[in-house]
């Protein structure tokens, strides 16, 4: 929009009086085109208003500074150059047919942003953003740390990331300290860790709002500490201190009102021999704060969306093919982070374009493949991979099924599947196994639930030693086989496509997670119906299931237990 435009539609506003063209330096700071100054009255204070915007203008959102911030106390969402965070640009939806509209309805937003703080009724939000006010500091560089918050001071070991230019600060757990190799991939040519501090602030503590664009100063370093931390954590510092070293590293962190933390840093160089700067008057230390980016897995998980429900949980998938790699991956991303997997085959070119792992992957066992490529995507996650048949794993002790709080079967194999389902009756009975299939040509997917209770199990979709699946959306007679050759017998396939294998694997993820959640109770079978335009083209005939409706297929999804199955009926 056009600066004139702009104006008009803001005097229509009626927001500020006295409206001028602003010259404000932060307007092209912040890539703004144009912007106009004016005054208003807030909570009975005169204040002076900048609205700026760019060309964009009303397809993005008119920023505000309150000009005359240095009149008043310090508060929350307002910047250094007055600028007032009223929104995060995700949560306002604009009307961008009513530009007067959107000045008015953002105005009211900074209004109230404004007289929050001038009543002090957002004083909480200093410190539920303090990591924000703290990155503000003048010369401030990143590190990198999965540090476990706790209570008490403990040692951090840091290191300058080579191919990252930035620090890393690890907690001194094994387990901290491997997820670094992980996500440096550093294990080749470790890093020479030096020895810094953790220093947990107390909770409510009123510490600085540090003002932007200014140095930190050790005596604010002292003065937070000695008036911040409990009467044992100075003890423990004042000894961790004492210890001789020329390159310090502070990592603290501050419990928020929100019940989160903030966590930030300090690194210290050029100390005196000797006499650390903290505890002593010392002038050549120079002070750097950090800023802090979270890869714990605490943080990584809650800012994920997943969460920390199923870290406990251990999961078994047997097969790694198009289906069980999704799965494999989708249960990481649930936040169940130990999974083990079992696959002896091989990923071959043509798997490409429906396996989780691709072409980098090619020549590479499918549970190996399975095992590097999720590692390395999700730093936190443990997959273990045995490439070999289900049946070597149980012959050579490879597998010992009583570890698992769940177990997903995607052999695509009806016959080793039955031969499971025994095994795990036998051996496991309660805990839940979830086999997953594909039907040919994507007429759909299966996920029975079952082994929860006694009655209803795999064999119960093999009625009287037929060997159709009745589950199947495939009538058990078809004209001919499903299988599809293009170089004969030793590459015959069943024709369906990643997204028919991704719904299987969704479908089944969300079946283990209502498990986990004790939403599903029951041994049940699951499906999904896709397109059979394909299918019945080719001659093919569907089964009578597939003519059900959802509802239909959901409210008999108990019912396909046979009394007399031979494996799990009346004997
Ligand atoms: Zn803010
Ligand atoms: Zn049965």
Not at 159 to 182: G, K, Q, Y
Not at 399 to 423: K, M, P
Not at 484 to 503: E, F, N, R, T, V
Request: charge should be neutral; aromatic fraction near 10%.
């Amino acid at each position: 929009m056009e600066k004139e435009n702009f104006l008009n539609i803001l005097q229509q506003s009626e927001i500020l009086t006295d409206v001028k063209e602003s010259v404000l330096p932060a307007l092209s700071a912040r890539g703004l085109a144009f912007g106009f100054s004016g005054t208003t009255e807030v909570a009975g204070y005169e204040v002076h208003i900048c609205i700026g915007a760019s060309t964009h203008f009303p397809l993005r959102e008119p920023i505000f500074f309150l000009l005359n911030h240095k009149d008043f106390e310090k508060i929350p969402h307002v910047e250094e150059d007055g600028y007032i965070c009223y929104t995060n640009d995700d949560s306002l939806v604009l009307d961008i047919g009513n530009a007067e509209g959107i000045i008015r309805e953002s105005f009211e937003l900074v209004r109230q942003t404004i007289i929050k703080g001038f009543l002090k009724q957002n004083l909480n939000d200093f410190y539920n953003e303090y990591e924000a006010y703290w990155a503000k500091l003048k010369n401030q560089t990143i590190v990198y740390t999965n540090i476990l918050v706790a209570d008490e001071v403990k040692g951090v070991k840091y290191t300058r990331v080579r191919e990252a230019r930035h620090l890393f600060a690890s907690s001194d757990e094994a387990e901290r300290i491997n997820s670094f190799h992980r996500l440096f991939n550093s294990k080749n040519s470790p890093p020479q860790f030096q020895n810094g501090l953790f220093i947990p602030l107390l909770p409510n503590a009123k510490v600085f709002i540090p003002e932007g664009n200014t140095s930190l100063t050790i005596d604010t370093i002292k003065h937070l500490i000695s008036h911040h931390t409990s009467v044992d954590n100075k003890e423990r510092i004042n000894k961790a201190l004492a210890k001789t070293k020329i390159d310090d590293l502070i990592i603290f962190s501050l419990p928020q009102p929100n019940g989160k933390f903030s966590l930030f840093g300090i690194r210290l160089k050029g100390i005196n021999h000797r006499i650390h700067p903290l505890l002593n008057a010392d002038t050549n230390t120079t002070i750097t704060p950090l800023r802090v980016r979270h890869l714990d897995p605490e943080y990584m998980l809650a800012r994920g969306g997943t969460g920390q429900t199923f870290l406990s949980k251990k999961v078994l998938v047997i097969g790694g093919g198009s289906v069980g790699s999704a799965v494999c991956e989708e249960i990481i991303k649930a936040g169940i982070l130990s999974v083990d997997i079992i696959d002896k085959d091989t990923i071959e070119p043509e798997n490409c374009y429906r396996h989780n792992c691709g072409y980098k992957y090619i020549s590479l066992k499918k549970a190996e493949a399975i095992k590097t490529k999720l590692e390395s995507y999700y730093p936190h996650c443990k997959v273990t991979a045995f490439s070999m048949s289900i049946e070597d794993g149980f012959n050579k002790r490879k597998i010992n099924l009583q570890q698992y709080d769940a177990i997903i079967v995607a052999t695509g194999n009806g016959t080793i599947n039955q031969y499971l389902n025994e095994v795990f009756r036998a051996q496991i009975p309660g805990i839940p196994i979830l086999f997953s299939w594909l039907d040919p040509y994507a007429i759909g997917g299966h996920c029975l639930l079952t082994n929860i209770t006694d009655k209803g199990c795999y064999q119960c979709l093999y009625q009287n030693g037929s060997l159709h699946n009745t589950a199947s959306f495939s009538a058990p007679t078809q004209p001919k086989s499903f299988s599809k050759s293009i170089s004969g017998c030793s590459s015959m396939y069943i024709p369906y496509g990643s997204l028919d294998a991704l719904q299987t694997a969704i479908l089944t993820v969300r079946k283990l997670l209502d498990v986990f959640l004790k939403r599903e109770e029951q041994n049940a079978i699951f499906s999904w119906k896709g397109n059979p335009d394909l299918f019945l083209s080719e001659g093919y005939n569907l089964s009578a299931r597939f003519h059900q409706n959802d509802e239909q297929l959901n409210s008999a999804k108990y019912l396909f237990l046979q009394p007399n199955c031979r494996v799990c009926g009346n004997k």
